[in-house]
Structures are given as structure tokens and as C-alpha cells.
């Protein structure tokens, strides 16, 4: 539901805050007013084009926020129209993009106007709305055959898949019987590369890692050398001990270092005598690394892609050594769940024609009601060839209208005038009932040329769509607006040489005037108590559409 919109700086709207409920809202006002603009204004939030020259003269921007509460939750939307013509869009405060907009928001409001059409011109929604109309029967067949064609296609991918392995089973297994010898040959360890490559420095050096260390002992630790030399320094610090604290402190530092000198000795032999030139530990250790890195190269990057490459292949040897069972296996599975979507098919077919004369027989009921005189609907189903079929059923389904007897139906899509479509979508949402799921129609012209007892019908129907619907209506008849749960006026305001479009609600007396208006361009008492008898007259609609 749009529970808010605020507008500035869009047209001639300097700035309004129109707070929603449910029910049917209309919008009324004198021709030229401005009452499209807020319907504009929405189709921003939805995501269509922005264009710059609907930016109000002297701003830098428009901007358009809406709040709206889907499926529970509070979702809100901004857009922003710079003067120089670039867009912004925010979803709940976070930045997004026009499709995410309609991505998020579409899907729950639809538009009928001159030209916009949503959800119910979509063929592709047809089928799903003709099998909520039918009900729960219609509904579970759905179910059943959307399950059957989904196992039907997995299990004829399987059937492929190996059928197409099976064609070329024996240079298959070859291939992966040649690439598990290759690994198990060399029989890599997780890691073990890299333990080598930190191993092979010390191999290529050695005999000059072993000099130098024996060289650095050897400074260390000879007569006269650092060590003998750090404690000569040692001894000669402590016969002043206690003397100065200064010359105490160099001592102590002197001290850590002989230890570290020790210990320094101690390691370089130690290492000394570990280290040595070894050519032929070199030379296995090289040939180890490149037989690793060959392995990498072919079936890597890492020793792991290698160890799970072979495990890999030996899964396929298994599964293609169990080769010609396997696929009579598959082959028969492949015949029972065509065999259950075949039934699925026939059931959904079934269910589907017997709400088809219902269903066209609702609407043409409809249609006449809202002054589409020798209209007609018709549901257009084509069986499709088997391999056609879709998860959405084994045919196509498409509503076909036509505007006068011996007129050719045509799909809803191709209907040319924008007051039809707009009553051509009331008459189809007002059959579907509770199969219609979106939250909010906004209608716009839906009243374009017709009066009298088409317009109270045409009020009717929506005050039964908004029992069960957000309805936004865009009117100029008074018959229409005195069905309204809420009433918001759009009126001009002149100041300072500008014109201003306003939004304001009424009720009450107020309402009741703007009624009288529209009934006769006057307030006169004759024409306020015409206003007050219709609106009396409307206020009781029947809970379900005639």
C-alpha cells in the first residue's frame, strides 16, 4: 500500500504531502488543474524516465518520495530530477538504479492511463491469473504438472549427459585412466611444493652457507676473537661495580651481549654441521619439484586442484564403467516421468477449460457494465508441441478483447485507446477477484467518455476493487467520486505571478460541494442536494462485484 507521497518541485507543484489509506481514493478537480501530476510523480517511484522539463521552472531539482508498506514491511523510495536532466534514485535510503525501483515496487501497483499498461497485458501473467480464477482445483494442477515438468527435465538431463559420456566411453576412460596413473606415479602430498621450494636454497648453496658459517664461528669463537674479546670488555666494566650507575648499565649491556654471542656460536656450529653440498639431494629435489609442477600446470593450479582432479576422475571411471545399465536405468526413468507429465499436462488442461467460459463470461458481463457495448473477451489457448512445453504449462494462454460485435479479438496489449484499457483492466480486475494480488491501482481516464448510469457503474466496480485493493482514481465525474473512502481536490494557486498546482483533502460539506461541482459547475442548493443524494447513494456497495 502507498501510504505516503511528497512531492516538490515537480511541474507545477512547488510542494505537497499527501498521506494514503486504503480504499478508493479519488483525485478531482477542474481541467487543467494538475490532477495527473501526482499520478506522474508515482510513475517516478516506479521507475520510469525522468525528464528534465518536468522540473519546476527556477529549481535546481524535483524531487519525489513515496513510503509504502509491501508484505509487511515499510519500504521507501526517492528520486531526485536534476534540472540539467540526471536522475537519482534511493531504495530504503541506500542508493539504487530505475530497475531496481521497478524491480522492488512494480510488481505492487499498477497503472492504467493513456497508454500505460502492467501486470494483466503481460501474457505471460495469463495463464497464472486463469488458474487462480479457476481455484484451487486449477491451482494444485498447476502444482502438480510444474513439479512433472521439472523432474521430467532433470531426468532427461541425466539421460543426456550420459548417454553423451557413453558415445565416447572408451577414449573417456583411457583419458581418465592415464590422468589418475599420471598423479598416483608421482603421488603428490597436500603442501609438500612448498616445503621443497623453502628446501632448495639451502641444497643449491650449501657448500657456501657451510664456509660462511664457519667463518662467522670461527670470528666468534678463536682466540682473541668477538666473544673473548666482549668478556675482556665484561671484566674490565665490573672491577668499578657499584662505582657509577651509568657505567653499571653498559656492563649489563655488555653482558647480553656476550650471551648473545654464545649463543650465536653455538648455532652457527650447530647449523655448520647440519648444512652440506649434497648434488645428489639437489638433483632429487629439482626433478621432485618439476614433476610437481607439471602436475599443477595440467590439472592445478594447486597440489589440492591436482589431489581433487584425481578424485574427480576416479568417480567418472566408476560411473562410466557401470556404462550401458546405468543408461537403460536412466532411459526407463526418462519414459515414467514423461508419462507423469503427460498426465499433469491433461489435468491442467482440464481445469484450465473448465474456467475458460466462466471466466470470459464474467468479463463480457463486466464489460457491459462499464459502457464497453457488443464488447467481448475471449481466452486464447494454443496447444504447443511437446518440446515447447513450459514450466508454466503445455500451452499458451492469452486474453483476447474485442470493442464491437464482428470485430476481431486482439490481445489486451494491442487495445489503442486509453480510456478502454483503463475499463478493460477495471472489468478484468473486477472478475479476478481475489486472484489479483497487486496491492495498488492507480486508474487514470478510466472514466473517459461515459456518464450517467456507466459512470455509477464504473463507481461501483471500484468501490468493490478497493474492498479488496489500494485504489487511486484520477476522475471528473461525480458519479465516480462519490464512491471515494477518501477525497483529495487538486486545484490551482496563483501568487507572485506563479501558478502553483495544491493538494488538499476534503470532507464533510467540503466534499460534498466539490461533488456538487462536478455534477453542475455550481454550488447551488439544488446542486447540493443532488451531490448529497448521490453520495448517500454510494455509500452502500454490494461485497461482491454484480
Known sequence: MLEELHVRDFALIEEVWVELGPG???????TGAGKTVLVGALKLLLGERADASAVRSGAAEALVEGRFRVDGAERTVRRRVAAEGRSRCYLDSEMATVADLAGALGPHVDLHGQHEHQALLSPVRHAEYLDRFAGPDALAAKAGYSEAFAAAAETQARFDDLREALGDRDRQLDQLRFQVAEVDAVAPLSGED???????PRLRHGEKLASAASAAWHALRDDDGATDR????????????GVDPQVDAIAADVGAALMSLDEAGASLREYGDAVEYDPEALNATEARLAALTMLKKKYGPTLVDVLEAVRDAEVRIETLTAGEEGLAAAETAVAAARARLIAAAAELTRARSDATARFTAGLDKAAGDLALTGATFEVAVEELPEDRWTARGPHSVEFMFSPAAGELARPLAKIASGGEVSRVMLAVKGVLGEADD?????????????????????????????QRHQVLVVTHLAQVAA?????????????????????????????????????????????LA?????????????????
Open 24 to 30: 478508493l481514493t479519488v483525485l478531482t478537480g477542474e
Open 194 to 200: 612448498a616445503q621443497l621450494e623453502a628446501l632448495l
Open 230 to 241: 666482549a668478556g675482556e670488555a665484561l671484566v674490565a666494566l665490573r672491577g668499578v661495580e
Open 438 to 466: 497487486v496491492e495498488v491501482l492507480v486508474f487514470d481516464e478510466v472514466d473517459s467518455g461515459i456518464g450517467g448510469r456507466t459512470a455509477l457503474a464504473v463507481g461501483h466496480r471500484l468501490a468493490q476493487l478497493a
Open 483 to 527: 464512491f471515494a473512502d477518501a477525497h483529495l481536490t487538486v486545484g490551482k494557486h496563483i501568487a507572485d505571478g506563479r501558478t502553483t498546482t495544491t493538494v488538499r483533502p476534503v470532507a464533510g460539506e467540503e466534499r460534498v460541494a466539490e461533488v456538487a461541482r462536478m455534477l453542475s459547475g455550481s454550488d447551488t442548493e439544488a446542486g
Open 530 to 546: 443532488h451531490a448529497r443524494e448521490l453520495i448517500a447513494e454510494a455509500d452502500v456497495v454490494p461485497a461482491t462485484p454484480r
